[in-house]
């Protein structure tokens, strides 16, 4: 099956279809961690790549530019502005540029990751935040500790590579 | 690779419009795992583990809006989890939060979640 065949005048979610059949998973070797800067007792968060996504994301042909996404989270930042919330809100009666934007070229794994930190990590953590604090990582999955008995106490380690527990 | 075009399906007996296959397909499906590693799903760019028991699924095609249906159930885990709710959800992602029953939230060995909707 020939992905290029769906480059163009198609929905992104057909195009998830056609790769979900012609790709093998991709199980990414990173981790992405990051705190809440406007909750910072909360527990570090740990992200990680869907294995499908990220077949689709080094195969190319698939997934459409990150400006796309970073447009369409403007539109709804506008509307939660100018409404309170984003109860309501429909792409029905706006433009979302997502899923029929041009798919883009095949991405290296880290250039993947970063798409990925600005797809589905609120700007306030990536872009926003002015503090001395480290609250964003991207770190190799054997850095994420296995045993979660102190779960809840995880927090981004401020002086090494790795992620400790305040516990 | 062909394509077949049709307006309607039949088994002989019954017929139904094809668009109603297509838009009765769960849009977004995923099977997770306690650290969040999504072992196998549909329509999903991304999970996160959130904390104890509680995980984010970001969509790669959104939903039109967040009045969508969505499905959450969790395996029995080494601590216990066997139920699982949608916490909240949004357009592009939703997070579901997995309990022992009558306690508090709980890792999970796996959690399922099947979505149904518009896409935007």
């Known amino acids: 099956m020939n992905l290029d065949d769906f480059k163009t005048h198609e929905h992104l979610w057909f195009r998830l279809c056609y790769a979900a059949q012609a790709l093998p998973k991709v199980q990414s070797k990173y981790r992405v961690l990051f705190e809440d800067p406007d ?8 992200l990680v790549p869907d294995p499908n996504w990220m077949a689709a994301a080094l195969h190319g042909s698939v997934l459409p530019d990150v400006s796309s996404y970073i447009a369409d989270q403007k539109t709804l930042a506008e509307y939660e502005k100018e409404h309170g919330s984003l109860e309501g809100f429909n792409w029905k009666d706006h433009d979302p540029q997502h899923p029929y934007a041009e798919p883009r070229g095949p991405m290296t794994e880290e250039e993947a990751i970063e798409y990925l930190v600005q797809k589905d990590i609120p700007p306030r953590v990536w872009r926003d935040y002015k503090g001395n604090r480290t609250i964003m990582k ?3 999955v054997e850095a994420i500790p296995s ?7 995880w927090v981004i380690s401020q002086d090494e590579q790795e992620l400790e527990h305040a516990a | 690779m062909s394509t077949l075009e049709v307006s309607n399906i039949s088994d002989g007996t019954t017929s139904v419009p094809a668009g109603y296959v297509v838009n009765g397909s769960a849009k977004a499906w995923v099977n997770g795992q306690d650290d969040a590693t999504v072992l196998d799903s549909f329509n999903i760019s991304s999970s996160t583990d959130n904390g104890v028991g509680t995980y984010q699924y970001n969509y790669t095609s959104s939903f039109s809006s967040s009045s969508y249906s969505s499905q959450s159930e969790a395996r ?3 601590s216990g989890a066997h139920t699982a709710n949608t916490q909240s959800n949004v357009a592009g992602s939703l997070i579901i ?3 022992k029953v009558s306690t508090n939230s709980a890792d999970d060995r796996e959690n399922m979640v099947a979505v149904q909707g ?3």
Do not use: F, Q
């Open chain 1, 147 to 153: 045993n979660r008995s102190y779960r809840n106490a």
């Open chain 1, 138 to 140: 991207i770190v190799p």
């Open chain 1, 39 to 46: 909750d910072l007792d909360e527990p570090a968060k740990v």
């Open chain 2, 76 to 78: 029995v885990g080494s």
């Open chain 2, 97 to 99: 939060r997995c309990y």
């Open chain 2, 118 to 120: 518009d896409l935007a």
